[in-house]
């Protein structure tokens, strides 16, 4: 129980025909006050919502008796995208030609379409689709790729480290002024 007291006296007249007059000592009590703020407290507590986490639903690949047979793909339903600098995309289907011939780009909004067009053309357990951001990629890209993924419903898709002859040539690209449309 807690209270609050005050203590009489103090600033009288003193002298002949002043009555002295007796302070009584006010006592509050805030049982009730505490009560009420533990009462608010359980309140708020049960009726806010509880957020719920979000989280991306993982497709991990099955276990196989050789390593080297687990990530294996078929070319023909291999797609790889690469993202470049300024929303840029560069993409190939299967295995990137050694003159380059089926290497092509195209701007991110652009990229929903390459993705479609594949996942018509390839059957659902051949198709894979391989992400390769560049170093001038953003975040968002990388972040924007992925939700392709989930609105197309890609369920093999992988991201990877981009390799020196795909880093030249989208520099090449790019120098001549190809980068995107």
Known sequence: MADIGEGGGGGHKKGPGVKKSKKQSTRVDLTAMVD?????????????????PTAMNLFLPKDTEKPEEQN????????TI??????????????????????????????????????KSTDDKDLVIVIK????????????A????????????ALVDISEPE???IDLTVAAGGGGK
């Open 36 to 52: 009420l703020g533990f009462l608010l407290i359980t309140f708020f507590i049960f009726t806010t919502t509880m957020s719920t």
């Open 82 to 119: 690469m993202l470049g600098k300024d929303r840029n995309v560069f993409y190939y289907e299967g295995i990137l030609a050694d003159d380059g011939s089926n290497f092509k780009s195209d701007n991110f909004s652009g990229i929903r379409d390459v993705i479609l067009n594949k996942k």
């Open 133 to 144: 951001p560049t170093k001038e990629a953003k975040f968002r890209d990388v972040v924007d």
């Open 72 to 79: 294996k793909a078929k070319a023909s339903g291999a797609l």
């Open 146 to 157: 992925l939700d392709e993924m989930t609105i197309n419903e890609v369920k093999r898709y």
């Open 167 to 169: 880093q030249q040539l």
